[in-house]
């Protein structure tokens, strides 16, 4: 009887305060995470009017085009790492010093942050799949360059294009994932697609090491390009388009132009051209932005409360990751006398590590999303997409995120004190391991946060954050050096856990208040347009 006078009464308050405020029922549905409305909660209440399929492609063809969009990814980060035991061979071959050799990764770097603005606007609006043909396209014209080249002015100007090539393959892949998983899955989907982010910079010194060693450095270029080539093809012949600005769930059949080989062929032999029989072509899936896009799109996103303090921690956070990347092979080779080649073959613990957080924090963000589910009361249809005026994705994604950060700031010191104390190699492999399994986590539960948050333009999102990030960490890459030669490696890995530390509440701050933020954006948004229509 008490509790059937609680719940009235509860009822009562909450639909007195809706008045008040002249709330909608979405918004009461996203008020749902407050404590007088967890018992009261209805079932009804969450349960939106019936929407289309969120994606058709089946599981079989979305895993084909999640293994191509995760080699693709490889190729920006391989190509950036693979450089590296190298540098001082080509500063011998090239006659220059190997601080100049050192200015083509700091420009590297750069271009990997501003090309992407130009290809995400392209990949929002017109297609996934001529972005990915553009950007492998310029990639292996700029290694059949740079294999050939022989002075120092060409390598740097070759490296900017090669750079602006790769770059946009990290975020199409995340893109392409957005385009085809909700947000219930998302968390582990976006790890797999990001395999390729997390072996690249362990397989790139292994690789470059070897090659360098037996075959010159010049085997770089050409391994780069063959590997380039080979991607090329698969996409035109395999890759269909995703993007929901043109194919919508991947109902509506792209432009001919737009179709890979297989689809053509399906289309030839009288099938379904993405082989789903059976399934109506519907239009109203199309998700065309809602603001025309331009390369300055990704930097409105740092004008955003909530997108600003995660891009802007994402960016420091990877500069950090960074540092201690660009720096381990020199440390190796002057407190062990290494080769290029085992220097190499040492990248692989923090490879490995970054490899095996894609399962265990993709399963732990998804995990935690159903647990919210569940604290909601909304059942879940894996099919549709989850709204976000009814889940709070700020809190289920950052409450695994934080505290893998802090352990990264732990990993860390342990990394550069074993470093500064000539500790065993066993101990410093070890702690890189740790460092890339946190680490990787962490940053996958911000990209995933990024790409939830801007559904309509998840290309630009990522390429925001993928510009931001690059900015940072060229500029890390120009001081850490100083930084070591100055204070020591130990107090560098002070100096920069400390500054994740100290940025760390900026998190907590989205956490708690970013829905709210988000939805003031979004109000923000809506008039604006509606004072753009009547103008």
């Given at each position: 009887m008490e509790d059937s006078k609680v719940e009235e009464s509860q009822q009562n308050l909450s639909e007195d305060s809706s008045q008040e405020l002249t709330t909608t029922a979405d918004d009461y549905a996203a008020e749902a995470t407050s404590p007088i409305d967890d018992n009261t909660k209805e079932k009804g209440t969450f349960r939106e009017q019936q929407e289309p399929l969120y994606s058709t492609f089946p599981r079989s063809q979305k895993m084909l085009i999640l293994i191509i969009g995760s080699f693709a990814g490889l190729v920006s980060p391989l190509t950036g790492s693979i450089y590296l035991p190298a540098l001082n061979t080509i500063a011998a071959d090239l006659g220059v010093r190997t601080s100049l050799v050192n200015l083509t990764i700091t420009t590297y770097q750069i271009f990997q942050g501003l090309a992407p603005s130009f290809m995400a606007s392209l990949a929002d609006t017109r297609g996934r799949r001529p972005t990915y043909l553009l950007a492998f396209s310029i990639y292996i014209i700029a290694n059949l360059a740079l294999a050939l080249q022989d002075s120092y002015a060409a390598l740097m100007v070759l490296r900017c294009l090669q750079s602006a090539g790769s770059s946009a393959t990290i975020a199409l892949g995340s893109a392409v994932v957005a385009d085809m998983v909700t947000r219930a899955e998302r968390g582990s989907w976006v790890g797999y697609a990001g395999l390729g982010i997390s072996l690249g910079p362990a397989l790139g010194p292994t690789i470059g090491?070897?090659?360098?060693?037996?075959?010159?450095?010049?085997?770089?270029?050409?391994?780069?390009l063959i590997l380039g080539s080979v991607l090329l093809v698969i996409?035109?012949?395999?890759?269909?388009?995703?993007?929901?600005?043109?194919?919508?769930?991947?109902?509506?059949?792209p432009a001919w132009w737009d179709l890979s080989l297989a689809q053509w062929l399906r289309i030839r032999s009288g099938h379904h051209f993405n082989g789903t029989e059976g399934v109506e072509e519907d239009i109203s899936t199309i998700n065309k932005p809602k603001k025309r896009l331009n390369p300055i799109s990704s930097l409105r996103i740092l004008l955003e409360p909530e997108g600003g303090i995660t891009l802007g921690f994402g960016a420091i956070f990877f500069a950090g990751y960074f540092m201690v990347m660009t720096t381990l092979s020199e440390q190796l080779t002057a407190r062990f006398g290494f080769s290029s080649a085992i220097v190499g073959l040492c990248y692989l613990p923090l490879g490995f590590g970054s490899l095996c957080s894609r399962w265990t924090s993709g399963l732990l963000f998804d995990w935690n999303f159903r647990r919210h589910a569940r604290l909601l009361g909304v059942p879940l249809d894996l099919s549709r997409q989850q709204r976000l005026e009814t889940f709070p994705i700020e809190r289920i994604r950052l409450e695994i995120c934080i505290p893998m950060i802090y352990i990264s700031c732990g990993t860390l010191l342990a990394y550069a004190w074993a470093m500064q104390t000539n500790a065993s190699l066993a101990g410093i492999e070890v702690s890189l391991f740790f460092l890339g399994l946190f680490y990787s986590g962490a940053q996958q539960g911000l990209n995933t946060l990024i790409v939830d948050t801007h559904a309509d333009t998840p290309a630009t999102a990522t390429s925001a954050n993928n510009l931001f990030r690059c900015l940072m960490s060229s500029g890390g890459t120009a001081v850490a050096p100083l930084m070591i030669e100055k204070i020591g490696i130990g107090l560098m890995g002070v100096f920069v856990s400390g500054i994740w530390f100290v940025f760390s509440p900026c998190l907590w701050a989205v956490l708690l208040y970013g829905k709210q933020w988000r939805e003031h954006e979004k109000i923000k948004h809506e008039k604006e347009n509606s004072n753009g229509q009547k103008v």
């Open positions: 090491g070897l090659l360098n060693q037996f075959l010159g450095w010049r085997s770089i270029f050409w391994f780069l996409i035109f012949m395999f890759m269909p388009e995703t993007g929901r600005a043109v194919v919508g769930n991947g109902s509506v059949k």
